[in-house]
């Protein structure tokens, strides 16, 4: 049995990541992370009519490659969680069309990933799953079709605006620790930990600064899993948000003092993703794909080298729509938490 | 341990629905279950100023009925699934904002209370969660703008076309047989098993007829279902699809007959929702909170009095967008399925 203590759900099986790749668009391939992605696009449509099938086939490429590595095939997966930011998650629906997998459909904006890794642990700790698929993107061009002006208007951007990452992740989770030998690593990624969060609205209603919409969530998470856990920053060699920017990470370090917490080893997917300066991103990346690209470009594998051996994986959603933010309502935030550690074996 | 057979879940360990309660709108309230409903609004507005807000209030209402009923507080709930059919699941982000407990976003389209009682299952048998809570919502007013014309364009609307419910469910889940006492009832309803659903797409491009799009997503989880479980249509005392309408109704049977399984004890929650005869609604009812509230206005009493003994609740959505849609893609279906049971205690 798992034990379950506050929010936290701590496994007591192991579950492990089994394989993970991170695909991307131009821009990423521009950035200080190419070297760790699996496939780069120059082609932002790769090769489709349309943005948001482009999107899904970011999705179907990541999928493939992750696969691919583990040596398994679509028939291994026992189900699928999913999830990206077009309404009506279509990226992940036509990409699971293709796919043909048993499929749990998920909306947790930019926070997908984390939510989907606890999901897997779950399913894979508990026997529901044998092999469980975790897989999000983002797509600049749908993200700003969907939330914001036609990019042939050519809008302004604030300072604090995010640059959403043409991106997506996949990760393959498993209760098996003996196939993990296929990957002929000498270390494995455990899932220790999982915290779904609770929404939080500090009545932030600016959809240009979703960085402090979404701090309070990761901090609220945070707490809790520290309280959960009995644990502290320290224990970790870093907690990664995902994805806060730069202004939304500062608020982050505030919050968190605040209550107590001092965050010295805390590092954004949102940052880390693109060069700030030689990339004109404003705070940093945002969008479901750029927290899972980030994971599976650069954690996963810092994890799995053992440079990394214990971290955080705070992947933060800011939960508005465009007809939400119309009508003038605030933006809520929510964080969902895994924690990992690298073992050697 | 679950026991995984195909693509279905065997739960071992008692699952039990501890309460449910069911809201909804004018036109359900004028409906042939308006008997069982647990709260109607005359007003679609709910006394709040966006037909979206009015969603969330039905989504609040739902779980406070829910929890009351239980005498429960929601400091009892360890986890709730909820999602609905709005850009970016904002019904329930902002009821989930009120509630304030862990909250796990889904998007199945109107499969999604089949798809949030499978995970309330897998929660609470693994240990993962005490009470974990299924909700979802749909209202007729931010159906129509999301997915249709504006209302007040009047539209035409074609005969397979149907009516999305202004309405939403509340189930409760446990693991905890002793305290469904709570609810002093002679009979305990049980999760038995759950099967989550592949995508199916047979290209139906037609937005006014989503029940052929659905009809074979439902056949092909049945089909699975009855593959891995060896039981047969016969073994149940009805089986529920949600929301396939009439014309998708006609087509599942159909599909079904093809496949050599012939369906007998089938009814839809489309079709039980509204009266045929005295209200135009077309093909019948749709929305995540029709099978959602016919679950919980209808299905679940009867389940819960004795008068029903074994049933399927087979939910299935459409997983296209108004940006799909209006790019030329076909509809993808999904369908999950939960089986049910009332036990005498």
């Keep these: 049995m798992p034990q379950h203590i506050g929010d936290t759900i701590f496994f007591e099986k192991p579950v492990t990541v089994k394989s993970y790749a991170a695909v991307g668009g131009k821009k990423e391939g521009e950035g200080p992370l190419a070297f760790g ?13 349309t943005w948001e099938m482009a999107e899904s086939a970011l999705q179907h490429k990541a999928v493939e490659l992750c696969l691919q590595k583990a040596c398994h095939k679509l028939k291994d997966v026992s189900v699928a969680f999913a999830g990206d930011l077009q309404a009506q998650c279509t990226a992940s629906n036509y990409a699971m069309r293709e796919l043909g997998v048993p499929f749990i459909g ?53 300072p604090s605006a995010q640059w959403t990452a043409t991106a997506a992740g996949a990760v393959l989770v498993s209760a098996c620790m003996q196939e993990t030998e296929i990957t002929k690593s000498k270390n494995i990624i455990l899932i220790k930990a999982a915290t779904f969060g609770r929404v939080q609205d500090l009545s932030v209603c600016d959809i240009n600064n979703m960085g402090a919409a979404m701090a309070p969530a990761a901090a609220a998470t945070l707490c809790r899993y520290f309280k959960d856990s009995k644990q502290m920053p320290s224990d970790f060699d870093l907690i990664f948000t995902g994805d806060l920017g730069a202004f939304g990470s500062a ?70 729509s465009q007809t939400s933010f119309l009508q003038g309502e605030s933006i809520p935030g929510i964080a969902h938490l895994v924690e990992l550690e690298s073992k050697a074996i």
């Design 251 to 320: 608020l982050l370090i505030e919050v968190m003092e605040r209550e107590g917490v001092i965050l010295q080893n805390h590092q954004d997917c949102g940052c880390l993703l693109y060069s700030k300066e030689k990339q004109t991103v404003n705070a940093g990346g945002s969008g479901a794909g750029c927290s899972a690209s980030v994971l599976t470009s650069y954690i996963l594998p810092k994890l799995k080298s053992g440079e990394l051996s214990k971290v955080l994986f705070v992947a933060t959603g800011a939960l508005m």
């Design 106 to 158: 998920l909306y947790g904006a930019c926070s997908t990933m984390a939510e989907s890794l606890g999901l897997c642990a779950v399913f894979c700790e508990g026997g529901y799953a044998k092999n469980a698929l975790a897989v999000t993107s983002s797509h600049f061009c749908t993200a700003e079709r969907e939330f914001r002006t036609p990019l042939d208007y050519g809008g302004k951007r604030t």
């Design 37 to 49: 992605f699996d496939a780069l696009f120059k082609d932002n449509y790769l090769g489709k009519d």
